[in-house]
């Protein structure tokens, strides 16, 4: 077998260390750039060795030009690396290399709105359909770039391929999302919901989920982290400057991210498992359940981990990492980190999980695609989030994205003052923040801050009342009107 095909196999098999051997031997000799050099930077990412990763593309850019397969993938290893200028760069020499792929074009698209260039994504989206119609990713993208007008959407070209798709899942999903999107967009709600129901329903399907496991995970976090004295700082680690930004999806967390590195010295690692990797990279083995060992980890070797991963250096005033899901890891974050600023974005119940149904996501959130199962979670993570609460204290500082959409100013200054960060008004201008944006809600930062999307569940009031008799039952607190 090829060496770059077995370490493939290795790596997706979760066996980096083995991975790596072969990557090395697949690169070793070769004169010109490869996606082998990809592959290995990658593995080296996965290993916590983001500077050896480095080295590698830079290694493999200097080499005799390849075609466009290897620079497709040393973009996304540039990505990872929070190199998104050089990554852009080659995702155009990629559409020059070869522009009858539609994946090229969509990559690009992916890059240019994470960018705010929405225009030229839409452009790149148009591209990949021309090339393909059943692409169907790009239909979704383009869908989501802007705000759909009566003069200008895509309705009835949704409505078209969906209806010449019936049996096509992926198509169902795709689109589906793309057109539910579009019609919420056009305050046409009814048929937006019927939208949303049979690709989130399609998506269901495919899916081996059971929130009962997820329901009993989170209760062994609870069980993990009882109430303890505060821990004392880590020495020689400067984890004050660490930030980070907690919630479920679609609360508000890339909002207050982007209100965040407006101000001064202040900036992003975006959505990373960096914390989650430190923490398992110093868990010890051995029985009982991992969060159980996890919680006996030496916070010392995490915190060094987690330094090393979110590469911070003297210069910077807040580094922010906003992963939603670190809300599993409060606990640990607070022991390893005890100087961090932990902030929890919170949103209303029914336009939380609303919010979630309506999205698709990747692999994560599996339990977003039907009302029970939102209901079911959202109840166990009020109690993990209720348990954190009552054992972190002041040590977890709550922004509730209804207050920060009313009054930015004012929730602002008071995030800035809790991390000990200098305030300047201009921070809530994040339409103005020419940051990189790799969220579900790239485009929608690109706008001044709305307030619309609160209660925006009272459009689907009749379409909901299952969603909230479901959260009623498992205790979760909804309006009267609701």
Request: hydrophobic share 40%; proline share 4%; charged share 25%.
């Amino acid at each position: 077998m090829r060496s770059d095909i077995e370490a493939y196999r290795l790596m997706r098999a979760g066996r980096p260390e083995d991975a790596l051997r072969h990557a090395q031997r697949a690169v070793a000799g070769q004169s010109a750039c490869t996606s082998a050099h990809g592959l290995l930077a990658t593995i080296l990412i996965q290993l916590g060795r983001p500077d050896d990763a480095e080295a590698t593309v830079l290694d493999a850019l200097r080499r005799t030009p390849g075609d466009a397969d290897a620079y497709d993938a040393l973009a996304h290893v540039s990505m990872q690396l929070g190199q998104h200028e050089r990554s852009n760069e080659l995702y155009r020499r990629v559409v020059n290399l070869n522009s009858n792929s539609p994946r090229f074009w969509y990559n690009l698209a992916s890059s240019e709105r994470s960018f705010g260039r929405l225009l030229e994504a839409e452009d790149a989206c148009d591209r990949a359909i021309a090339l393909d119609r059943s692409h169907y990713q790009s239909h979704l993208l383009r869908s989501e770039l802007r705000l759909q007008t009566p003069e200008t959407n895509h309705v009835d070209e949704l409505k078209r391929l969906l209806s010449a798709a019936t049996s096509d899942d992926r198509a169902r999903l795709f689109l589906g999302y793309a057109l539910g999107k579009e019609l919420d967009d056009l305050h046409r709600f009814d048929e937006a919901f019927a939208a949303f129901v049979d690709a989130a329903q399609t998506r269901r399907r495919h899916l081996a989920y059971d929130v009962a496991v997820d329901e009993h995970k989170l209760q062994q976090i609870v069980e993990a982290y009882p109430r303890q004295n505060r821990p004392n700082a880590v020495a020689d680690i400067g984890c004050r400057r660490h930030i980070f930004v907690i919630g479920l999806p679609r609360s508000g967390t890339t909002l207050l991210e982007r209100v965040l590195t407006g101000l001064p010295n202040v900036r992003s690692n975006g959505e990373t498992g960096n914390f989650s990797r430190a923490l398992l990279s110093a868990t010890p083995s051995g029985d009982g359940s991992v969060f159980a060992r996890a919680a006996s980890a030496d916070p010392t070797a995490v915190a060094s981990n987690y330094e090393r991963f979110a590469r911070a250096n003297a210069a910077d005033a807040g580094v922010v990492e906003k992963m939603p899901l670190n809300y599993l890891y409060a606990g640990a974050i607070h022991r390893a980190l005890p100087e961090a600023s932990v902030l929890l974005v919170t949103r209303a119940p029914i336009d939380s999980c609303f919010a979630m149904y309506r999205t698709l996501f990747g692999d994560a959130y599996p339990f977003s695609y039907d009302f029970s199962d939102l209901a079911r979670y959202y109840a166990a993570y009020q109690k993990l989030i209720n348990h954190w609460r009552n054992t972190l204290e002041d040590s977890l500082f709550e922004v509730v994205y209804e207050d920060l959409v009313r009054d930015p100013q004012r929730v602002g200054m008071a995030v800035a003052g809790h991390c000990a960060l200098t305030w300047v008004p201009s921070a809530v201008e994040v339409h103005k923040n020419s940051g990189v944006s790799l969220t579900a809600s790239a485009a929608q930062i690109r706008r001044p801050i709305y307030g619309t999307s609160s209660g925006r569940w009272r459009h689907y009031r009749d379409h909901l009342r299952p969603l909230v008799g479901a959260l009623r039952q498992y205790g979760v607190p909804t309006p009267d009107d609701a």
